[in-house]
């Protein structure tokens, strides 16, 4: 059973707020994803991290930021949400040299 | 950066068995996965795989060829609960940074119908 946990599940916020959405693992794992993934569509990586104080961007542009300065904790954050930021957020983990990624539930935004 | 295909859905009957293919072109290959996603739910992993060749994991079943830039994921025995999306993903190997990155198919939706 994997350990790792999204929170919030489900969000509704306003145009230019400012949220973060959380991800924590506690299997000890040095990599973290998050990928985006809206309705019927591939996962798209937006942002990802091979340990403490490391984060790259993905392949797809992104106007979130991300840090990690825990191994077991990877926040994802946007400055001002915008209608285009509504989709589902899914957050990644897995060991250094191990092929198998565990995923979280995932935080399904929507912004109004 | 990658290119990768395989069928938008597919349908198939409960008992029988069906194969899911994948082509894919990249460079920097360094293996192959092949996950399941239930509709509203996180994506879970099923098989992997590196070198050429079949691998078997009860009545999943992934298959490469490198050369080819082709796998495919059997299902045998179908059952009503394998009706999900299957995400063929593949890991490239950042050039001169050592680093991996995993990119995701668009999925193939499968229907199993009694």
């Known amino acids: 059973e994997a350990d790792i946990y999204q929170t919030p599940r489900y969000l509704v916020i306003g145009t230019g707020k400012k949220i973060t959405l959380e991800c924590s693992q506690t299997?000890?794992?040095?990599?973290m994803y998050w990928y985006q993934q809206d309705p019927g569509m591939e996962l798209h990586l937006i942002h990802y991290s091979y340990g403490v104080n490391s984060t790259e961007k993905g392949d797809l542009s992104s106007e979130s930021t991300v840090s990690r300065i825990r191994t077991e904790h990877f926040p994802l954050t946007l400055e001002s949400a915008r209608p285009s930021h509504t989709s589902q957020y899914l957050c990644a983990s897995s060991e250094y040299h191990s092929p198998e990624a565990f995923f979280g539930q995932g935080t399904r935004l929507t912004v109004v | 950066g990658q290119n990768i295909d395989q069928p938008t859905e597919m349908t198939a009957t409960e008992g029988a068995i069906v194969q899911i293919n994948c082509t894919y072109q990249t460079s920097g290959f360094n293996g192959l996965f092949w996950y399941q996603q239930h509709a509203g739910e996180a994506p879970t992993f099923l098989s992997y795989?590196?070198?050429?060749g079949l691998e078997e994991k009860g009545r999943f079943s992934s298959f490469l060829s490198r050369s080819k830039g082709y796998s495919y994921l059997l299902l045998k025995e179908l059952q009503m609960k394998d009706s999900a999306s299957y995400l063929c993903a593949v890991r490239e190997e950042n050039s001169g940074a050592g680093s991996y990155q995993l990119t995701f198919g668009k999925g193939t939706k499968l229907s199993v119908i009694p």
């Open positions: 795989n590196v070198l050429d």
């Open positions: 299997m000890g794992h040095d990599k």
